[in-house]
């Protein structure tokens, strides 16, 4: 079996530059599907052959090499279990949370946070490497590097693209300085030749235009520019009531206020994949009992199933409606993410809003703008923006299908 029919150009590209190139930290960002993980898979197990033999060499009975990632569930989810399912190989932790392979002591480090310091520190290492190296924080990445101070050592990063003035970008990505032994390559989904034509033109039709789709498809460092949802199209997908099925699954989103706007938005589902905002309630200075009376007179109308995802920040509010008798959850508030699959369903045209049922929606939509500093949308002209992701996103949280389109990515 030949190389081509195992590896990508790009992946045959990262192989030849870590078998024959003189570098410290070699950093693999972009696309999503692009073939990054099974490739930063395979060069952890060269590391770990590496480390052994080195460590044979020098006498050592212990190495130690880091494995980072944001959590313990992020390493098994993006390392453990793709060892598993890629190259057979099945990893047990033990009573420390360690794994060993080729008799390395697989050392973990957690990176969300300055906690993860303490995990890091106290130990010389072989080598690292550093899963989703941008939500690392910036403290701990360096201690990892830092921890690396073995002859010879590597540190494999890979990482999903973000704000182009994030720290890895600007100063580990964008740093030419030899004596700085970076080397970085950034994958498109047009990289991984292994995916079918079909998938990839899908993928690409279904991932919303602008920042998302230079990111996820392109694989760039970008920014936001202008308006969030610039797929959203007020001619096609604001429709009559009468437009709107009757059999619906329906579920509401909530975003708490009083100084500022409170929000209830109702929401339907229909069986071919479409998402309708059927009302949207919003009031300014109302204490809790009215949000309580409107979202039993929902009930009502709608059954006392419904749903109601509300933002977490009030916890005394959330109580108040189920005591009540209301099902009211806290909602994932991922702010990306939901705001990532609210825009999946306009650019796929399955976003539709009753025109009679709504009140600010539409001013909030065309000022809901990218703030170019955090690369988040800003906090501004987002109360029913707010309610709209908690609903959508959380609801359809478990329904995105995954597909796997070859045996190796």
Known sequence: MGLDSLLTAKQQAVLHTYLKGDFKTMILTGAIRSGKTFIDNLLFLYELRRV???????GEKHPQYILAGASSGSIYNNVIASLSNQFG??????????????????????????????????????????????????????????????AGAHVIVDSNPDNPQHWLKTDYIDNDNPKNKTVSFRFTIDDNTFLPADYVQQIKAATPSGMFYERNILGLWVSGDGIVYKDFDKSKMVIPASKIPDDLHVYCGVDWGFEHKGVIT?????????????????????????????????????GYNLTFWADSARPDN??????????????????????????????????????????????????????????????????????MRYAVFNEHRNNKTQILNSRYF
């Open 52 to 58: 052994k033999k080195q460590a044979e060499l020098e």
């Open 89 to 150: 190989i099945d990893l047990r932790p033990d009573r420390h949370n360690h794994y060993h392979l080729y008799g390395v002591d697989i050392t973990p480090v957690y990176t969300d946070s300055i906690r993860g310091l303490s995990g890091a520190r106290g130990f010389t290492s072989y080598g690292g490497y550093i899963n989703e190296a941008s939500l690392a924080n910036q403290e701990v990445f360096q201690e990892i590097l830092n921890r690396c101070s073995k």
């Open 266 to 302: 109702v929401w339907g589902d229909d069986n071919d994949g479409n998402v309708y905002l059927l009302h949207e309630y919003t009031k300014q200075f109302k204490f809790i009992k009215y949000w309580v009376d409107l979202a039993k007179k929902l009930q009502k109308k709608y």
């Open 318 to 387: 959330v109580t108040e409606f189920q005591k009540a008798g209301i099902d009211c959850r806290n909602a994932n508030k991922a702010r990306m993410a939901g705001v990532e699959k609210v825009a999946e369903f306009m650019k796929t045209g399955h976003f539709f809003v009753n025109q009679d049922g709504i009140d600010c929606f539409l001013d909030e939509i065309y000022q809901y703008v990218w703030d170019e500093n955090t690369g988040e949308p800003k906090k501004e002209n987002d109360d029913v923006m707010d309610s």
